[in-house]
């Protein structure tokens, strides 16, 4: 038999721990994509398919594959520790393959049998994409076409699934890890890896060209501020007033559009966190991940298959406040839970966070405004806006721009009302200034120097003031001129 060319990922023991075993399904002589190796590129969209050798290499494995159902039961095997499984697996193959005398080369032998690893202990053909820390972004779109993010910019992969059947096993095999489950008669699902990483999957009927995965993967070091200063994100001066912005208890709001960096943004703003502070958490699929040891995390669930038993965002944010929380942290606001998180940081829960989905701070607010007009609330919306004015100190911008690079644009304080108007003050602001010969955007941050912010009274109670005047001098343009004439 020719042999392969392409290398397959290799797994490592205790890479990731193994699905539950009550919900591993065996696919039916599923094929052995042609992934990449950790840390290799995976080819362009005009990459060549697979032929002939290829094809035999999975008529070959599906022989296997079906001698291994027969010798082993697989489910007892996905109970045993991820470590002991994968060798007894390995073992029983190559005495299969030997048994068989299958004319296979070293390497398409230890590809195949690496292939059959994942499908029983993992997640078949993402097995290879899901160990590589590189990527942020796996995107399926049925089981032929699968892309992936990597520094920002978006690439085809060669790996694929048998079928879509295949691809829909897989999905069922994910989402129900965290109890859910996705069919035709529940075609949506937002979900959970177990190290946090989001997943969404839609399958038919509303999916045309089979089931569509998207899986918004963690890095398995958890970003610091001191990372995005690294990455160019933000500067250091631009670092520390987040870093006091959380201490101080600052009522947060971060904005941005998909895959700004939000989530991971709030990650970082939560390490100012005092580690005495009991937080709670809410959040559709959670994943945050705080360190501090007094933490509660709160996930919605959908309606069963009888439409019953639904647990909302909403449900989630006013539950949190018979729970004696000293900080509300709510994923994403998409809904009427805006109103009562509102309430919470009008009530003596100083220091909540919360994510939504906007390009600018000023469209932020009026985002807020129009969650909690549709979700039934009668107020008029000056009383709404007033709110609104009491409730949030900071908006936190967060952007991507066209070269892929995430930013964190603005720094934004909600300062009052001036007639039926929200008045706003950008304490820190990203300026764009031109391209480079790279094609990279370039720019800069500074803080406005407009003086003392809004929460200066806070910074002095937290006695943080000395820390907070030094950021803002030094991200001051004017300060830094008079330093230089000097």
Not at 193 to 204: C, K
Not at 373 to 392: F, K, N
Request: aromatic share 4%.
């Amino acid at each position: 038999m020719k042999e392969q060319t392409v290398p397959f990922g290799r797994a490592q023991p205790g890479d990731r721990p193994a699905p539950v075993a009550a919900t591993v399904a065996v696919p039916q002589a599923d094929p052995a994509p042609r992934a990449v190796e950790p840390r290799q590129t995976p080819q362009p969209k005009g990459a060549a398919k697979a032929g002939d050798g290829r094809s035999e290499f999975f008529k070959v494995k599906a022989q296997v594959f079906g001698a291994l159902v027969d010798a082993v039961e697989l489910s007892r095997i996905a109970q045993t520790d991820r470590q002991e499984a994968a060798v007894e697996i390995r073992a029983i193959a190559t005495e299969i393959i030997e048994e068989k005398k299958l004319p296979l080369s070293v390497a398409d032998q230890e590809a195949l049998i690496e292939s059959i690893v994942d499908d029983v202990l993992g997640y078949g053909p993402l097995e290879p994409l899901l160990r590589r820390d590189d990527i942020s972004d796996i995107m399926v779109n049925g089981a032929d076409d699968i892309f992936i993010e990597v520094e920002g910019k978006t690439l085809k992969t060669d790996v694929s699934f048998q079928s879509n059947e295949h691809l829909l096993n897989i999905c069922q095999r994910i989402v129900s890890q965290v109890g859910r489950r996705v069919d035709e008669s529940s075609p949506i699902c937002d979900a959970r890896l177990a190290d946090g990483s989001r997943v969404n999957v839609i399958a038919s009927p509303l999916a045309v060209d089979g089931p569509t995965l998207t899986i918004r993967k963690f890095k398995k070091d958890k970003l610091t501020l001191e990372h995005l200063v690294g990455f160019g994100s933000i500067t250091e001066e631009g670092a520390e007033i987040l870093r006091i912005i959380g201490r101080v208890r600052c009522n947060t709001v971060i904005s941005g559009g998909t895959g700004s960096g939000k989530t991971t943004l709030l990650n970082c703003m939560t390490r100012s966190i005092d580690a005495d502070e009991r937080i709670v958490t809410c959040e559709d699929a959670a994943e945050l991940q705080l360190q501090q040891p007094h933490v509660v995390r709160l996930e919605t669930r959908p309606a069963n298959i009888e439409g019953k038993g639904e647990i909302t965002m909403r449900d989630l944010v006013k539950n949190c406040l018979r729970m004696r929380p000293e900080r509300i942290i709510v994923g994403e606001v998409r809904g009427a839970e805006a109103f009562d998180l509102l309430q919470a940081m009008n009530t003596g829960h100083d220091g909540s966070m919360g994510t939504l989905h906007a390009n600018s701070p000023r469209e932020a607010l009026s985002r807020l405004e129009s969650m909690i007009s549709v979700g039934g609330v009668s107020l008029p919306p000056r009383t709404i806006r007033e709110m609104m004015v009491s409730s949030i100190d900071v908006i936190v911008q967060a952007s991507r721009l066209r070269d892929g690079r995430r930013v964190i644009t603005h720094i934004t304080e909600v300062l009052g009302m001036e007639g039926d108007v929200i008045t706003t003050q950008d304490l820190f602001k990203y300026e764009i200034t031109g391209e480079g010969e790279d094609g990279k955007i370039t720019g800069r941050h500074r803080a406005n120097g407009s003086g003392r912010p809004g929460f200066w009274d806070r910074a002095v109670y937290y006695n943080e003031q000395a820390r907070l005047t030094k950021a803002l001098d030094d991200s001051d343009p004017r300060v830094m001129r008079r330093e230089l004439d000097a």
